[in-house]
């Protein structure tokens, strides 16, 4: 039994944490929420420099070549501090949909300027207020062009190329295909949106006869795009549960301070409690992450469980977290100058960044009921 | 990362494997978790106790004892494999969890040589059944505020007083019991800590019907009982150092729940037909279900995080708290909601009739108490805020008051 990260991972981790509690503090996130910025340069930067962005693409790509584990370490840190930065976008989604769905030749021209961090990726699935689904996607990929919306778009307008989920015209789930877009051409046109988290940019992206290229199958898309939200879901939860523990430490850290009554308000059971109950669906949180964390690394078998049991605690302790840590505060955490709200902001955002948690709930029972045929 | 046996882990895993395929009957695992035996309790007692020693025998049932009492001399690692391998047979539980998992290592701390020679290796055999006399009816979570009295007389002390909520004592032979010696100083101070034969004159064991139907736990009253100052465990006035380590074995011994589970209520689901079709189909049933099946995970894999922390030689601390906080309600809601899906015919608790020999209506019932025995959820929150995550203490009204100046129920 070795149900933990190596020596190796955790200072890696370190590594992560000392850069971030240097450059990236609830300061520096303001100055993102409150500027039209879509990210935090200078921290995004840092993290290509210390190659977080490379760590787990290939030594051929361009990358440092170390694997899922080194990114869920990394993973835990961003969330920790809320980072305004587009890794996600661009590392568990586009290069992650690249190095599994991609050819050589599609592998060769992005991940390796991915990895550096020279450019940003994202993935575009969502058309408007609706989950996405092969029954509703209306953006057509045709004759090697691309027509459509995709709206909201995480770091859009900033990103250089996109993977977007489009209408290939198959029937039931083949109906869809993931295409590779670069967005610096002429047939895109993209606008920033405002959302419940401006400390991550997102934006509108049209699409007018774009040029674009097919992602593995023709049809086969829908799969590959739970394959890939499968993988992100993993790494995500370790983001949430970095952000879980920072809302809890936060929210502790002020019951120990503030007095009422002549007590400090920690001292209450009401308030206790509360902190034993994220603690709880901390625990438990990290527990399934770092499940999700093995199977992704050992490419096994059980991955989308894993990956929605991941998903569904992390997402359910980081708003328990999250909002119980503002109600902790009182009134100061509902202020525009106090730090609760990164996090109350970034567990929605994150929430439902990958479907929502009823989503993950459906696919998870779908798996059972293939794994436990009684 | 990985669940793999080192090679010493795996080749203690064979010899258990091949230890009880030789010595118990696999579980037939498609009758569930939920077989419930038809058996009276004396029947599986003699059952239980038959195991015990058989198990005792191959070292087994005390993995991590020294082996001057009987134990394997092994490490916490083992003991759960142990355990993990012995959920697939099928073989007697319960009876002995209180006596080796709280009263033997408080005698192994706390009693002399001599007495560790008599009483251990009957216990572990399952010759003799221990139970523990904390709780009365003024006083369970805060057992400190216990009234059953001790006084000496000559050589030996007279006990008298009420305990309750006693797990077993109707078919237990000993029992460890904290008494107070000294009502004048404040409560914590003036307890003593004796252990006892169950069969001392004096006294007189009551069953106590629970909701469930059963009698597990007993009042237990104290008429004059005699107990020679050579049963006393600890100093005079030191008795609640001695109960502590009754109780951080507690929070060992008792960890996650069992019973009926997620795999149960899929089953059951796919077979209950609702209003719209098919219960599985139904989205509250499938959201119920995943939220059940990650809170197991969770637990699951919180367990081989301790392991893991074990086997570098680190010490766990309050956090296996949390199993019990969430087993407790999750057994509860589960049994519950898989009652709703039977709809009205929910109400049967019928052998015959419902659904898994009525494992959930059972269950609902039963969880209500677990998640009072051994600490309450409250209790265990309050644990966890001050133990872990190093919340100030619930403000003590009765911190240096003597006991007998304290208010009480009943008494203002
Ligand atoms: C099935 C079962 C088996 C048992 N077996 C044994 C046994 O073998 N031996 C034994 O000695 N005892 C045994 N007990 C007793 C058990 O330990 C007590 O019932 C338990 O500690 C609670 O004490 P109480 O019943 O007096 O409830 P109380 O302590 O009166 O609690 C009543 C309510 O008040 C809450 N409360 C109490 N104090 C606080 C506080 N400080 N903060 C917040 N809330 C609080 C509790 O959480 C609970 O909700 C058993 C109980 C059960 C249900």
């Not at chain 1, 009422?260 to 990290?286: N, T, W």
């Not at chain 2, 795996?10 to 579980?27: D, T």
């Not at chain 2, 009042?219 to 005699?226: G, I, L, T």
């Not at chain 2, 893991?308 to 809601?333: F, H, R």
Request: aromatic content about 8%.
């Amino acid at each position: 039994m070795n149900f933990d990260f190596s020596d190796d991972q955790k200072m890696l981790k370190d590594q992560a944490r000392k850069f971030l509690e240097d450059k990236c503090s609830y300061d520096d996130v303001r100055t993102v929420l409150e500027s039209d910025a879509s990210h935090h340069d200078e921290v995004w930067q840092g993290l290509c420099d210390l190659g977080f962005t490379g760590a787990a693409i290939p030594e051929q790509y361009g990358g440092v070549g170390l694997g899922a584990l080194e990114l869920c370490v990394v993973a835990e840190e961003l969330g920790r501090c809320a980072a305004p930065v587009p890794f996600s976008s661009s590392i568990y989604m586009a290069a992650e949909a690249l190095k599994i769905g991609g050819s050589e030749t599609l592998k060769q021209t992005w991940l390796p300027k991915l990895a550096s961090g020279e450019i940003i990726g994202t993935l575009a699935a969502a058309e408007g207020p609706a989950a996405p689904s092969p029954r509703n996607i209306k953006t057509t990929f045709a004759n090697g062009k691309l027509n459509g919306r995709k709206l909201p778009v995480p770091d859009g307008e900033t990103a250089s190329v996109a993977i977007v989920l489009a209408n290939t015209g198959g029937t039931g789930e083949q109906a869809v295909s993931l295409v590779v877009v670069d967005l610096t051409q002429d047939g895109v046109t993209r606008s920033s949106v405002e959302t419940i988290d401006p400390t991550r940019g997102h934006a509108e992206i049209n699409f007018d006869n774009a040029d674009a290229s097919l992602l593995g199958v023709s049809g086969e898309g829908w799969a590959l795009m739970k394959r890939v939200e499968a993988g992100a879901a993993v790494l995500v939860a370790f983001e949430q549960v970095g952000g879980t523990e920072a809302a809890l430490n936060m929210a502790k850290d002020y019951s120990l301070d503030r007095y009422a009554f002549g007590r400090q308000i920690g001292s209450y059971q009401a308030i206790k409690h509360k902190l034993a109950d994220m603690y709880v669906k901390l625990e438990l949180a990290r527990s399934n992450a770092y499940y999700g964390a093995m199977v992704l690394a050992q490419e096994g078998a059980d991955l989308e469980l894993a990956a929605a049991s991941a998903r569904i605690s992390a997402t359910e302790a980081y708003r328990f977290a999250a909002q119980e840590c503002i109600q902790v505060h009182g009134g100061i955490g509902f202020t525009w100058e106090a730090n609760p709200q990164f996090h109350y902001r970034r567990s929605k955002l994150l929430a439902l960044s990958l479907g929502s948690a009823s989503r993950w709930k459906n696919r998870l029972v779908s798996e059972l009921e293939k794994s436990n045929v009684a | 990362m990985d669940f793999n046996d080192t090679p010493e882990e795996a080749k203690f895993r064979s010899e258990v494997r091949e230890w009880l395929s030789a010595n118990a009957r696999q579980r037939d695992t498609s009758n569930a978790k939920a077989g419930v035996s038809t058996k009276s309790e004396a029947e599986r007692l003699v059952r239980a106790k038959e195991w015990q020693a058989k198990k005792a025998e191959a070292g087994y049932a005390a993995i991590t004892w020294p082996t001057e009492y009987g134990g394997l001399g092994g490490t916490s690692i083992q003991s759960v494999i142990y355990s993990q391998e012995e959920a697939n047979y099928d073989v007697p539980r319960g009876f002995f969890e209180i006596g080796l998992g709280m009263c033997i290592p408080t005698m192994m701390k706390w009693a002399t040589p001599e007495q560790n020679e008599r009483f251990v290796k009957p216990a572990l055999f399952g010759e003799e059944v221990w139970c523990q006399l904390f709780s009365e009816p003024a006083a369970g979570s805060d057992v400190a505020g216990l009234r059953t009295k001790c006084e000496r007389d000559g050589d030996d002390w007279i006990i008298n007083g009420q305990k309750v909520w006693t797990s077993g004592a109707h078919f237990c032979d000993y029992g460890i019991i904290v008494t107070r010696s000294d009502p004048t100083v404040p409560k914590h101070k003036g307890l003593t800590f004796f252990f006892l034969d169950m069969k001392t004159p004096g006294i007189e064991i009551r069953p106590i019907k629970q909701i469930s139907g059963g009698s597990g736990f007993n009042e237990v009253f104290f008429n004059d009982v005699r107990v020679p100052d050579s049963q006393r465990l600890g100093d005079v006035g030191e008795g609640w150092k001695v109960s502590l380590t009754t109780l951080m074995n507690e929070r060992l011994a008792i960890g996650g729940g069992s019973g009926v589970d997620y795999e149960e209520l899929l089953k059951l689901a796919r077979e209950t037909e609702l209003e719209e079709g098919p219960a599985i189909k139904d989205s509250n049933v499938r959201e119920k279900l995943a939220d059940w099946y990650v809170q197991s995970q969770g637990l699951k894999y919180t367990k081989f995080r301790t392991l893991t922390a074990l086997s570098k030689g680190q010490v766990p601390g309050a956090e296996s708290s949390i199993g019990k906080i969430v087993s407790g309600p999750k057994m509860q809601d589960l049994g519950s909601f898989a009652m709703d899906i039977q709809g009205q015919g929910g109400i049967l608790q019928d052998g015959d009739e419902s659904p898994m020999g009525a494992a959930f209506q059972n269950q609902w019932l039963g969880a209500a108490g677990y998640r009072i025995a051994g600490g309450t959820d409250e209790i265990l929150r309050n644990i966890v805020s001050e133990q872990v995550l190093g919340l100030p203490q619930d403000i003590r009204v009765d911190k240096n008051v003597p006991f007998n100046e304290l208010a009480s129920s009943g008494k203002k």
